[in-house]
């Protein structure tokens, strides 16, 4: 498509845009501010272990399973009309969880601020490319977008320790409803309306299929991390894979797909998804032992533990920033692959670590990888929103942002396994035996004992992350076609 001014970006779409980066440093912010908030959420609702694994979790399990059924709605109803009813459903949930009486409410409030932020995510996605017809400038646009979560990555730890330790855990809730309120009062002034004029049947049965097994492979990949006795899991792993394959079935005979699985047969489109989800199954299962290593081994409060992340964040804004450009002149596929091993070579610095002095070593590997992960993102979330026509970028939204969170919880799952098996070799002599580093109490000798399993652990995690990382990145820039500069 060619630049013309007919087609070129107007300043109130670049407004627009600041609108739109707003819910998206919010689910960051979101994200940030309940990890701080664990501890004091369990001291004053005193849940059980399930329970507390369900707090976290549920808001993960709903957004995966919700993207997809949610971006055919938002391409059929309107993206702007979807995106604000999320707006409201989030605000009015976490108004809720301000209020939670109990465990279960609390649930029940995460789940429905999931839902409210799986009804944003595609809309936002959807509406830049509908704005954003010029590919240079969507690239720019793409960058400030993805910047926005690093924002909210720098915000989240201040703003949430500052709150927990000041007022309460219920006060991070209270951030959300102000904002989007803010957003629910501009969008209709400033965010256009787009829907697709392809008129499409809404597909009930691959819907119910998709949600059922995306929640159930995204469950049972969690519960696999943390169970001992596997069967449960497994069983519901085999029964959300089944119905997945029967979904993906089902999407290459109907003719009103929720997913064009076409699409995974262009390269420019399928290769960079793999490689996201890949670098985000890394990251994510490195998070899941970031803040135990800060706390229990290095002895910090969760305040400073927020803080030491801080630079991680601040790397991913650079790099989003930064990453339009690299686009524009070296090409999505080596982008790609470049994001790839800087994050790989980042992983492997964290793998330094020790059990006194491994802050230093932490800070800079986090920094590196995160200057590498979100030129990844960007060049996937370009590749993927460029790669089908504005009618179905709902769609394609969507299908970054699961396959994005299933990565995650691939990572957890499998990273997680691994260092909770090694954890569990090294402290197997300890008596009594201990589940986790956050359990470990004793003699100096037993907690040294407990320190080193959980850093042998962690470095390994970073190894094997690594070197997958540095094999992805290599076989992406063979298999990717090389394309210089944003395409449409």
């Known amino acids: 498509m060619e630049a013309t001014?007919?087609?070129?970006?107007?300043?109130?779409?670049?407004?627009?845009?600041?609108?739109?980066?707003?819910?998206?440093?919010?689910?960051?912010?979101?994200?940030?501010?309940?990890?701080?908030?664990?501890?004091?959420?369990?001291?004053?609702?005193?849940?059980?272990?399930?329970?507390l694994l369900w707090i976290s979790d549920i808001y993960v399990f709903l957004v995966a399973g919700l993207l997809l059924p949610f971006g055919v709605l938002a391409d059929r109803f309107g993206r702007r009309r979807l995106l604000l009813a999320g707006a409201a459903v989030f605000g009015s949930a976490s108004i809720a969880a301000v209020l939670a009486t109990g465990p279960l409410m609390l649930i029940a409030c995460r789940g429905a601020i999931g839902v409210g932020a799986a009804m944003v995510a595609p809309s936002t996605l959807s509406l830049i490319r509908s704005m954003f017809r010029i590919p240079e400038q969507r690239s720019v646009a793409l960058g400030i977008w993805t910047a926005s979560f690093a924002l909210g990555g720098i915000?989240?730890?201040?703003?949430?320790?500052?709150?927990?330790?000041?007022?309460?855990?219920?006060?991070?809730?209270?951030?959300?409803?102000?904002?989007?309120?803010v957003l629910l009062v501009l969008g209709p002034a400033l965010l256009p309306e787009y829907r697709s004029v392809i008129r499409r049947r809404i597909d009930v049965v691959g819907i119910v299929m998709a949600i059922a097994g995306v929640l159930g492979t995204v469950y049972a990949l969690k519960q696999l991390s943390t169970q001992s006795a596997p069967l449960v899991p497994v069983l519901v792993a085999l029964a959300g894979a089944v119905l997945l394959v029967g979904f993906i079935r089902r999407e290459t005979r109907i003719d009103d797909p929720i997913l064009d699985v076409t699409l995974f047969r262009n390269r420019a489109f399928a290769v960079p998804q793999a490689g996201n989800a890949l670098a985000f199954a890394v990251l994510y299962g490195t998070q899941l032992l970031i803040g135990q290593y800060l706390q229990s081994v290095l002895g910090l409060s969760p305040l400073e533990a927020g803080i030491w992340t801080i630079p991680s964040a601040a790397a991913y804004a650079i790099g989003g920033l930064v990453a339009p450009r690299l686009g524009g002149r070296f090409g999505a596929a080596r982008v790609l692959a470049f994001g790839l091993a800087v994050s790989a070579a980042g992983f492997a610095i964290v793998a330094a670590i020790d059990v006194t002095t491994g802050l230093v070593a932490f800070t800079a590997g986090s920094v590196v990888y995160s200057l590498g992960l979100a030129p990844v993102y960007q060049a996937?979330?370009?590749?993927?929103?460029?790669?089908?026509?504005?009618?179905?970028?709902?769609?394609?939204?969507?299908?970054?942002?699961?396959?994005?969170?299933?990565?995650?919880?691939?990572?957890?799952?499998?990273?997680?396994?691994?260092?909770?098996?090694?954890?569990?070799?090294?402290?197997?002599?300890?008596?009594?035996?201990?589940?986790?580093?956050?359990?470990?109490?004793?003699?100096?000798?037993?907690?040294?004992?407990a320190q080193y399993a959980f850093v042998t652990g962690f470095r390994t995690v970073e190894v094997v992350g690594a070197a997958t990382l540095l094999v992805t990145a290599v076989v992406t820039l063979r298999l990717m076609p090389a394309r210089r500069g944003p395409h449409s």
């Open 380 to 449: 996937t979330t370009e590749s993927s929103i460029a790669a089908v026509p504005t009618e179905q970028a709902g769609v394609a939204g969507a299908t970054l942002e699961t396959i994005t969170n299933l990565g995650g919880a691939l990572g957890v799952a499998l990273f997680g396994s691994i260092a909770s098996a090694i954890y569990r070799m090294g402290t197997a002599r300890l008596d009594p035996a201990t589940e986790s580093i956050g359990d470990v109490a004793g003699s100096p000798a037993v907690v040294e004992t």
């Open 155 to 181: 915000l989240g730890p201040l703003v949430g320790g500052t709150l927990i330790q000041a007022v309460s855990w219920r006060a991070i809730f209270a951030v959300t409803p102000p904002v989007m309120a």
């Open 5 to 51: 001014d007919a087609v070129r970006a107007r300043p109130r779409d670049w407004a627009a845009l600041a609108l739109l980066a707003v819910p998206c440093m919010l689910v960051s912010v979101n994200s940030n501010l309940l990890n701080l908030a664990f501890p004091a959420i369990a001291a004053d609702l005193q849940p059980t272990s399930s329970e």
